[in-house]
T-cell receptor, first 110, second 118 residues
Framework: KNEVEQSPQNLTAQEGEFITINCSYSVGISALHWLQQHPGGGIVSLFMLSSGKKKHGRLIATINIQEKHSSLHITASHPRDSAVYICAVSPQGGSEKLVFGKGTKLTVNP | GAVVSQHPSRVICKSGTSVKIECRSLDFQATTMFWYRQFPKQSLMLMATSNEGSKATYEQGVEKDKFLINHASLTLSTLTVTSAHPEDSSFYIC??????????????FGPGTRLTVL
């Protein structure tokens, strides 16, 4: 079992829909990261959070430390949001290494 | 802020040649940079952790003599794939960790380099 599990693996939505991507992890963490990888391959760091909720534009990330669960929400989705969304955690204990989920491929149709 | 660049973005080379990939932090100092490899439809795999002024720490199974990493300054790390073979064809991504300011401990990723070895 992976230390970081994402669901769903694939998600297809219509433009304008509200999107939720889930991430569960099994280790103690110091932070959780949400990353976006576009078809060209480049990766953008969307959020780093260790508690509560963060919002940036149409993106919202929440984390529940007790339940070891995080969600990434996209409001009013748009075709340009189509990408792979990756959840990664920074384990506790000072390790510098990120542990990655396998990603969620999102396709937003016009 | 916190921009990381990679060069080249794409390289095609013949088997047996060496390829150097540069990773630069453009507007911040990065004492630690990470090199990842990503095969199609798979997640990122950490190859090595590069600390400025010291030897890189390689992950298990990654040949340090084949993947040479140099982190000569606080803004530049290089990965050299020596004697490249077709199985080295992959997408190589670097990231740099911010160690000060509001983005403390966040990692910022470069755009990646797609290596194709013929």
């Amino acid at each position: 079992k992976n230390e970081v599990e994402q669901s769903p693996q694939n998600l297809t939505a219509q433009e304008g829909e509200f999107i939720t991507i889930n991430c569960s992890y099994s280790v103690g963490i110091s932070a959780l990261h949400w990353l976006q990888q576009h078809p060209g391959g480049g990766i953008v760091s969307l959020f780093m959070l260790s508690s509560g909720k963060k919002k940036h534009g149409r993106l919202i990330a929440t984390i529940n430390i007790q339940e070891k669960h995080s969600s990434l929400h996209i409001t009013a989705s748009h075709p340009r949001d189509s990408a792979v969304y990756i959840c990664a955690v920074s384990p506790q204990g000072g390790s510098e290494k990120l542990v990655f989920g396998k990603g969620t491929k999102l396709t937003v149709n016009p | 802020g916190a921009v990381v660049s990679q060069h080249p973005s794409r390289v095609i080379c013949k088997s047996g040649t060496s390829v150097k990939i540069e990773c630069r932090s453009l507007d911040f100092q990065a004492t630690t940079m990470f090199w990842y490899r990503q095969f199609p439809k798979q997640s990122l795999m950490l190859m090595a952790t590069s600390n400025e002024g010291s030897k890189a720490t390689y992950e298990q199974g990654v040949e340090k003599d084949k993947f040479l990493i140099n982190h000569a300054s606080l803004t530049l790390s290089t990965l050299t794939v020596t004697s490249a073979h077709p199985e080295d064809s992959s997408f190589y991504i670097c990231s740099a960790r911010v160690r000060s300011g509001v983005s403390y401990n966040e990692q910022f990723f470069g755009p990646g380099t797609r290596l194709t070895v013929l």
